[in-house]
């Protein structure tokens, strides 16, 4: 088969990428992957086994008409965050003030075999797994695996991850190099099991255990267990470091997570047993090189997962760029290319910016009475002016406001907030100056369609 476009890598954005262009464009496609395929292979690659879906992810699934078949069935539906403090206490905080405003627990396996499923079935894809993609040669138009070369004909595009082997050809044509951002805290995951086939925690809520500089989540599964996942510094004190014997281990579980020891049998062997992850947040100068090249979703611009973006920013993008070809038809790949980088870099480059102001407000701000009032005030600004005022993780995760322009309007509303909090006549946030408000807001904040 003689392919219009070839994709290195099947995680999610490849297959879902693919599906796309060959439903939506009557692309033909290579599509090459390192590992097993996973729909036959159980090797665990230590990420994330569960991921949260929620509403630009969603869109794009849509788009691709496998969302109300597929996926529905297989999701879970978490309205807020259940905090988990020290002392055992559980203080639930919705994610929004509309009821309609939930993000979802899915499986990261499901998702894969679902779109590989779904590519395949479009009869336009051929699938290569066991092909790990060593080099792409942009000058010869040649791609090697191992000592296998082969010549192509149509453009290259990665989907290979935050070591994208084509984000690097990439830059070493544009003379720049990937910027690899450094994070000291890295990840561990365990897991709760269900207890009489029921779940030991509340199934619709993101599970948090803040501690200020470390934190752990937990996210339900469809058999009744959790995913958790334990977040703090690679070295250091009360690090992954830090912890080297069972004794070690149970000394700071009984200090920061007492709660969660009687959910977790066999806490040292799972603990020991997995490995820890490297968190890792990517920013890529160029996203394209020519008409022989373009990179998507975490090979440009891999973040942290403390907004649950990663996943929805990157089918985000398989949905923008499909509709860039749409706008462009009869134009060159090169064409299409800088315009969907031109179009798309600025805002996939913020969600690592949002993401890691969100790692403090989980791990931090969420025990804190202020973070507490502000919240509130924005869910009563937004019930108000529900058009203008829009609190940012709303914008985020349950509307298709481009990122950037959230992150600009948050800000503004960040200020509206201090100016409305600096009443020295404001015991309860509910009697808030409303003709203060008012003003600020209309001032400041123009209208969303």
Same mark, same amino acid.
């Given at each position: 088969?003689?392919?219009d476009?070839?994709?290195?890598?099947?995680?999610?954005t490849g297959?879902?990428?693919?599906?796309?262009?060959?439903?939506?464009?009557?692309?033909?496609?290579?599509?090459?992957?390192?590992?097993?395929?996973?729909?036959i292979?159980?090797?665990?690659?230590?990420?994330?086994?569960?991921?949260?879906?929620? %509403?630009?992810?969603?869109?794009?699934?849509?788009?691709?008409?496998?969302?109300?078949?597929?996926?529905?069935?297989?999701?879970i539906?978490?309205?807020?965050?259940?905090?988990?403090?020290?002392?055992?206490?559980?203080?639930?905080?919705?994610?929004?003030n509309?009821k309609?405003h939930?993000?979802?627990?899915?499986?990261?396996?499901?998702?894969?075999?679902?779109?590989?499923?779904s590519?395949?079935?479009?009869?336009?894809?051929k699938? %290569?797994?066991?092909?790990?993609?060593d080099?792409?040669?942009?000058?010869? !138009?040649?791609?090697?695996?191992g000592?296998?070369?082969?010549?192509?004909?149509?453009?290259?595009?990665?989907?290979?991850g935050?070591?994208?082997?084509?984000?690097?050809?990439?830059?070493k044509?544009?003379?720049?190099?990937?910027?690899?951002?450094?994070?000291e805290?890295?990840?561990?995951?365990? %897991?709760?099991?269900?207890?009489n086939?029921?779940?030991?925690?509340?199934?619709?809520?993101?599970? &948090?255990?803040?501690?200020?500089?470390?934190?752990?989540?937990?996210?339900? !599964?469809?058999?009744k267990?959790?995913?958790?996942?334990?977040?703090?510094?690679?070295?250091?004190?009360e690090?992954?470091y830090?912890?080297?014997?069972?004794?070690n281990?149970m000394?700071?579980?009984?200090?920061?997570?007492?709660?969660?020891?009687?959910? &977790?049998?066999?806490?040292?062997?799972?603990?020991?047993?997995?490995?820890?992850?490297?968190?890792?947040?990517?920013?890529?100068?160029?996203?394209?090189?020519?008409?022989k090249?373009?990179?998507?979703?975490?090979?440009?611009h891999?973040?942290?997962p403390?907004y649950?973006?990663?996943?929805?920013?990157?089918?985000?993008?398989?949905?923008?760029f499909?509709?860039?070809?749409d706008?462009?038809?009869?134009?060159?790949?090169?064409?299409?290319?800088?315009?969907?980088?031109? %179009?798309?870099k600025?805002?996939?480059?913020?969600?690592?910016?949002?993401?890691?102001?969100?790692?403090?407000?989980?791990?931090?701000?969420?025990?804190?009475?202020?973070?507490?009032?502000?919240?509130?005030?924005?869910?009563?600004?937004?019930?108000?002016?529900?058009?203008?005022f829009?609190?940012?993780?709303?914008?985020?995760?349950?509307?298709?406001?481009?990122y950037?322009?959230?992150?600009?309007?948050?800000?503004?509303?960040?200020?509206i907030?201090?100016?409305?909090?600096?009443?020295?006549?404001? !015991?309860?946030?509910n009697?808030?100056?409303?003709?203060k408000?008012?003003?600020?807001? !209309?001032e400041?904040?123009?209208?969303?369609e």
């Amino acid at each position: 088969m003689t392919s219009d476009l070839n994709i290195i890598g099947s995680g999610l954005t490849g297959p879902l990428l693919s599906r796309i262009l060959a439903l939506k464009h009557n692309y033909t496609i290579s599509m090459y992957e390192r590992s097993p395929d996973c729909r036959i292979s159980k090797i665990y690659s230590g990420r994330s086994i569960n991921l949260a879906l929620s %509403n630009r992810g969603i869109k794009a699934l849509q788009y691709a008409e496998v969302f109300d078949k597929y996926f529905e069935s297989r999701l879970i539906p978490m309205y807020g965050r259940t905090i988990h403090t020290k002392d055992g206490k559980k203080i639930f905080q919705p994610y929004s003030n509309k009821k309609e405003h939930f993000i979802n627990s899915i499986s990261r396996s499901d998702i894969n075999k679902i779109l590989l499923n779904s590519a395949e079935k479009t009869n336009k894809i051929k699938l %290569n797994f066991n092909t790990k993609c060593d080099k792409v040669d942009l000058d010869n !138009n040649r791609i090697h695996f191992g000592k296998n070369i082969i010549d192509v004909q149509s453009p290259i595009i990665g989907a290979d991850g935050y070591k994208s082997v084509v984000s690097n050809a990439i830059s070493k044509k544009q003379k720049t190099k990937v910027n690899y951002l450094d994070i000291e805290h890295s990840y561990k995951e365990l %897991n709760v099991n269900p207890k009489n086939n029921e779940f030991q925690l509340e199934p619709n809520s993101l599970h &948090i255990w803040p501690r200020r500089d470390m934190m752990m989540i937990a996210l339900p !599964n469809l058999d009744k267990s959790f995913t958790c996942t334990l977040f703090m510094k690679s070295k250091g004190s009360e690090s992954f470091y830090s912890i080297k014997t069972d004794d070690n281990l149970m000394e700071f579980f009984e200090e920061n997570f007492n709660d969660l020891i009687p959910l &977790i049998k066999n806490l040292p062997k799972i603990y020991f047993g997995n490995p820890v992850g490297k968190l890792i947040g990517v920013n890529t100068p160029f996203w394209h090189y020519k008409d022989k090249a373009l990179i998507l979703g975490d090979a440009a611009h891999a973040t942290v997962p403390f907004y649950g973006q990663g996943m929805n920013s990157a089918f985000e993008d398989c949905h923008v760029f499909s509709k860039i070809i749409d706008d462009n038809q009869g134009s060159s790949w090169e064409h299409i290319f800088n315009q969907y980088s031109i %179009n798309r870099k600025e805002d996939a480059d913020t969600v690592l910016k949002l993401s890691m102001q969100n790692y403090k407000v989980m791990r931090n701000d969420v025990l804190d009475s202020k973070y507490l009032d502000r919240q509130k005030l924005s869910f009563l600004l937004n019930d108000e002016y529900p058009d203008q005022f829009i609190p940012i993780y709303t914008m985020v995760s349950f509307t298709s406001i481009p990122y950037t322009k959230a992150l600009k309007r948050s800000k503004i509303q960040d200020h509206i907030i201090n100016e409305l909090l600096l009443d020295d006549n404001l !015991n309860d946030v509910n009697d808030y100056n409303k003709d203060k408000a008012h003003k600020l807001i !209309n001032e400041s904040l123009s209208v969303i369609e």
